[in-house]
């Protein structure tokens, strides 16, 4: 136990850190309202007693990605992995493991930001591709207040050593975000240090609560290699904390929110011998691969992912390949204490309770790395609190646009604490 104390002494600030980086400030509705002069005894009554409730429905994309301490090139297609002409979703979440290579000075010094800014800026160029306007269009259709576009924003993106999440919204969902907040938890050196872990994020849309759990796992394929996976989640589970408001009528753990999602390199294999693992995969019996995948069994024996659910897997598994290529790892000639890797079902995603009903769960082509990213899109219903219409019509206001203006900054890059 005092290595773990040690360590979490030491770096408290790093891995303990609830910083992440936005497009806006959080709650920028709630000081919207106190700066105009609206929160007073009457708008609060209006706020209060003037609503309707209703349900609407939204499309929500995830992915996940282990991409092997590559940095990107400036000429990423991203389309591939989000297909946003293909299925346009109204919020995007993205995960990534390997961001930075694992060596001992990204796990113990700082977050280098360089690369999740990378990552970002190439989403952002994707999700808002179709919204850039010809010569001849008037660009105040398609550009936002202060000429930023208002087609996506980025509502949290927070790193951990290799782990990213990325979570990105329609610009005009963006008014109705609040109380965006992220909790690391570090699994790895010492049963702390962040190369293993988890990336928490959780925000309310209109009234319901969303949690998206980006992981790294242990890695291995022996017995006690499934033991610490597990214990990982375990340990995510209990440790993952979130504010719970001044009202402290917020979750504070991840099973307390509307909607859950668990996605990352869960690095779950297949208890089968390596040899029959690559026949069968070869001749694609994905059902009797999957009979013996240790994440399905964890699933349905109900032990640490009770209540949690996973779609139908009709996609090759997504790990290990030589990169830039579509051969498995051991399919060719390896160095002589090279460890051999099975290929294996490494990269998931997977949901608890209701609330969510997912439609496509695919994985994506991109090879630059020794894994292929994993793609869901899913329908959620979310509970919508009709407001009174001044304060309907503020927020859709020039004053509106006006207020977005004096709060925001130029860069448009926010540090939540």
Not at 74 to 91: A, F
Not at 356 to 377: F, N
């Amino acid at each position: 136990m005092w290595p773990r104390l040690v360590a979490n002494k030491i770096l408290r600030k790093s891995l303990g850190s609830n910083n992440f980086v936005a497009d806006f400030p959080p709650n920028t509705d709630q000081k919207l309202i106190e700066a105009s002069g609206l929160a007073d005894e009457r708008s609060k009554s209006i706020l209060h007693n003037q609503h309707k409730t209703t349900l609407l429905n939204y499309k929500v994309f995830v992915s996940t990605w282990n991409v092997g301490g590559i940095v990107p090139d400036d000429g990423l297609d991203m389309e591939d992995l989000l297909e946003t002409h293909k299925t346009p979703c109204d919020i995007y979440v993205l995960g990534f493991q390997e961001v930075v290579p694992l060596r001992a000075s990204n796990v113990l010094g700082s977050d280098n930001n360089k690369v999740s800014t990378k990552w970002n800026s190439l989403i952002r160029d994707a999700l808002n591709k179709r919204a850039r306007p010809h010569r001849d269009e008037d660009l105040s259709e398609s550009k936002g207040i202060n000429g930023i576009s208002q087609d996506f924003r980025c509502i949290i993106s927070k790193q951990m050593v290799g782990i990213l999440i990325t979570v990105w919204v329609r610009g005009d969902l963006w008014p109705y975000i609040r109380y965006p907040s992220v909790s690391c938890v570090g699994c790895g050196i010492m049963g702390c240090l962040g190369n293993k872990g988890s990336v928490s994020v959780r925000f309310q849309l209109h009234e319901t609560t969303f949690c998206f759990v980006c992981s790294h796992l242990a890695s291995g394929g022996r017995d006690r290699d499934e033991r610490q996976r597990n214990s990982d989640v375990n340990e995510i589970l209990a440790r993952s904390s979130f504010p719970r408001g001044s009202s402290l009528d917020l979750p504070k753990k991840i099973l307390d929110h509307d909607r859950v999602v668990f996605l990352g390199d869960l690095n779950y294999r297949i208890s089968l011998p390596e040899e029959k693992t690559r026949l069968l995969v070869e001749s694609k019996k994905w059902n009797i691969l999957l009979e013996n995948d240790q994440l399905r069994m964890e699933i349905m024996n109900g032990q640490i992912f009770r209540g949690w659910q996973e779609g139908i897997v009709k996609f090759a598994p997504t790990y290990k390949y030589v990169p830039n290529s579509d051969l498995y790892y051991g399919c060719i000639t390896y160095k002589k204490d090279e460890k051999k890797r099975a290929p294996a079902w490494c990269d998931r995603i997977i949901w608890y309770g209701n609330g969510l009903k997912q439609h496509e769960y695919t994985r994506g082509e991109t090879k630059i790395s020794d894994h292929r990213p994993v793609k869901a899109i899913f329908t959620t219903e979310i509970t919508v609190t009709r407001r009174g219409k001044k304060i309907r019509n503020f927020f859709f206001s020039d004053r509106f646009e006006e207020r977005i203006g004096d709060i925001d900054s130029k860069d448009y890059s926010w540090i939540s604490t």
